[in-house]
């Protein structure tokens, strides 16, 4: 009888585990079936890769060529590097005496390029850090260089530099009377968030310094509202650096709450409608460029297999069924917009895409200038405290929160949103941009160049047709022409809108004879036989090597 009634209890405990066991099948299957997807999985191999670097004996054939294209490679190395030298000379030396001061530039200079060729490179070849001026599409840098910008610094950038100064300046002046007063509310502060409410479609709106403190406070609320606690964020997406929505590499802790789904998928939306401890779902609408990967950055290409792909229709059907399984499930769905906010449409990606969100957060361009972040909200979700229970509280504050000086500057920014100039900079964006980047991937084809480009609007990366271990290299060679990119390289080009037909006429001849200097350099020789796939089998073979 003992027996019977223990096995019957097995039988049941069974019985009452196999909807949890069916849950989280789901939920795995639900991931992206890659490292971008499995954080844990993904620090382990962090922690497993050995470092190693090539030498001046490998450094210039580690795709096999013959030594003729090697020494000639070697001639072209080091000759750029002694233009650098000398055309950027000042600027090179406050950015080598910054170094040792500025973590960040240790930081973004050994990751420039992948890792096994950047100590060479970085002993022959270097790039300035400091900028001394700025003029319509163009920066200037301590020697006096002009480059054109392609930065859009990290995103900011939309209206044009000239804009931002003209919103710092009036900035300054409107809040000059009250100066740095902080914890009271500059006059101004009432007429931003009126407008920050008709632009989002939401109720109330709190301010805060940066976009990564806005994510961190609309998660935080919509966990306090639902009294859940998952997170959920789409593969590669980037939310700011804080430990919830930045899993894996470049993350010492491990995520707690959070879910990296696939982006675009079925299984996503079938693990949100059957789940209940979702609070959550953040979407950044810059992954609609490259869904379900990390952002392009030159450090990781060693085999030329980078892809990019815009389809608005499809995105736009994605987000309007998130929007549902969201509503039906009582979830919460964020955009995050500090980077497409105002850039995408004068209303943001909710007038883009047709997409109505519970909290949106915005920064970079919205401060005209200075750091800002947002977050925009129905007011049950703002809420930060209940009325029949005082001790439950969702605090957050911060000193800088509202600063006059940030909010005048805003203010500024908000009236030259207004005006039939800057509207009439978003006119048919989506066409003049498009063509832009066919006209320029006509160009590369013509000329037999194995690149081309991919955007969202205003948002390029570049791609590759062929397998290559080089490819990073193109981006010193596009320096070399006058063209300013960021520390990440060819990954990203970020225009402002109030570039000329002019310009981008300029900025494609400039291309192009980069990739002219690239090729005669002998970086693009091909062995015919090589494939991607060879490629990446033998730098996992190199590895190996390397740990045992």
Same mark, same amino acid.
């Given at each position: 009888?003992?027996?019977?009634?223990?096995?019957?209890?097995?039988?049941?405990?069974?019985?009452?585990?196999?909807?949890?066991?069916?849950?989280?099948?789901e939920l795995s299957r639900a991931k992206h079936r890659s490292l971008a997807g499995h954080s844990r999985m993904a620090k382990r191999l962090a922690r497993w890769l050995p470092g190693y670097a090539y030498d001046d004996s490998s450094w210039f054939n580690s795709d096999g060529a013959p030594e003729s294209v090697a020494s000639q490679r070697r001639t072209a190395l080091l000759h750029l590097g002694d233009e650098f030298r000398t055309r950027y000379a000042q600027s090179l030396a406050m950015t080598a005496q910054a170094r040792a001061a500025i973590s960040d530039l240790a930081f973004t200079g050994r990751y420039r390029v992948p890792f096994q060729y950047s100590p060479l490179l970085r002993e022959h070849l270097q790039v300035g850090a400091f900028l001394r001026a700025s003029e319509g599409v163009q920066v200037e840098d301590l020697d006096g260089n002009r480059f054109y910008d392609l930065?859009?610094?990290?995103?900011?950038? +939309? %209206?044009?530099?000239?804009?931002?100064? *003209? #919103?710092?300046?009036?900035?300054?002046?409107? &809040?000059?009377?009250?100066?740095?007063?902080?914890?009271?509310?500059?006059?101004?502060?009432?007429?931003?968030?009126?407008?920050?409410?008709?632009?989002?479609?939401?109720d109330e709106v709190s301010f805060h310094m940066s976009g990564t403190e806005a994510v961190m406070q609309a998660v935080r609320l919509a966990r306090y509202?639902?009294?859940?606690?998952?997170?959920?964020?789409?593969?590669?997406?980037?939310?700011?650096?804080?430990?919830?929505?930045?899993?894996?590499?470049?993350?010492?802790?491990?995520?707690r709450e959070t879910y990296t789904l696939q982006d675009m998928a079925?299984?996503?939306?079938? +693990? %949100?409608?059957?789940?209940?401890?979702? *609070? #959550?779902?953040?979407?950044?609408?810059?992954? &609609?460029?490259?869904?379900?990967?990390?952002?392009?950055?030159?450090?990781?290409?060693?085999?030329?297999?980078?892809?990019?792909?815009?389809?608005?229709?499809?995105?736009?059907?994605?987000?309007?069924?998130?929007?549902?399984?969201?509503?039906?499930r009582g979830i919460v769905l964020i955009f995050d917009e500090v980077f497409v906010g105002f850039r995408l449409a004068a209303g943001g990606a909710q007038q883009y895409f047709g997409v109505q969100a519970d909290m949106v957060t915005y920064g970079k361009t919205l401060g005209g200038g200075l750091p800002i972040g947002?977050?925009?909200?129905?007011?049950?979700?703002?809420?930060?405290?209940?009325?029949?229970?005082?001790?439950?509280?969702?605090?957050?504050?911060?000193t800088?929160?509202?600063?006059?000086?940030?909010?005048?500057?805003?203010?500024?920014?908000?009236?030259?949103?207004?005006?039939?100039?800057?509207?009439?900079?978003y006119e048919d964006l989506d066409d003049t941009w498009n063509r832009r980047a066919a006209s320029l991937n006509a160009q590369l084809e013509a000329a037999g160049h194995p690149v081309r480009v991919a955007n969202l609007q205003t948002?390029?990366?570049?791609?590759?047709?062929?397998?290559?271990?080089?490819?990073?290299?193109?981006?010193?060679?596009?320096?070399?022409?006058?063209?300013?990119?960021?520390?990440?390289?060819?990954?990203r080009f970020i225009f402002s809108l109030n570039y000329t037909e002019d310009d981008f006429t300029e900025v494609c001849r400039r291309f192009l004879a980069a990739c002219e200097a690239m090729r005669?350099?002998?970086?693009?020789?091909?062995?015919?036989?090589?494939?991607?796939?060879?490629?990446?089998?033998?730098v996992l073979m190199e590895s190996l090597r390397q740990k045992f």
């Open positions: 009888m003992d027996e019977t009634l223990t096995l019957s209890a097995l039988a049941l405990g069974a019985l009452a585990l196999l909807p949890v066991a069916k849950r989280r099948l930065t859009g610094s990290y995103g900011v950038n +939309v %209206l044009g530099y000239d804009t931002y100064k *003209a #919103c710092m300046h009036e900035g300054a002046q409107a &809040a000059d009377a009250l100066g740095p007063v902080l914890g009271s509310y500059h006059p101004c502060v009432l007429s931003n968030a009126e407008r920050l409410k008709r632009i989002s479609g939401l509202h639902t009294g859940r606690k998952r997170l959920v964020r789409f593969c590669g997406a980037y939310h700011g650096w804080w430990e919830d929505v930045q899993p894996g590499p470049g993350n010492p802790l491990p995520p079925e299984r996503s939306l079938h +693990v %949100l409608a059957t789940r209940r401890d979702i *609070a #959550c779902v953040l979407v950044n609408p810059l992954q &609609a460029l490259h869904p379900n990967a990390n952002a392009p950055g030159d450090s990781s290409l060693i085999d030329g297999s980078r892809r990019a792909q815009y389809d608005k229709a499809a995105y736009t059907a994605w987000l309007k069924r998130l929007r549902e399984v969201c509503t039906a947002v977050v925009c909200g129905k007011a049950e979700l703002m809420k930060r405290y209940r009325e029949d229970r005082p001790a439950d509280l969702c605090f957050a504050r911060g800088f929160n509202a600063h006059p000086y940030v909010m005048a500057s805003m203010s500024a920014f908000l009236d030259r949103l207004e005006t039939p100039a800057t509207r009439a900079l948002i390029w990366t570049v791609l590759y047709t062929q397998p290559g271990r080089y490819h990073w290299m193109l981006q010193f060679y596009l320096r070399q022409q006058g063209l300013a990119l960021s520390w990440v390289g060819t990954g005669d350099a002998g970086w693009w020789w091909r062995d015919e036989a090589l494939t991607t796939k060879r490629i990446r089998r033998s």
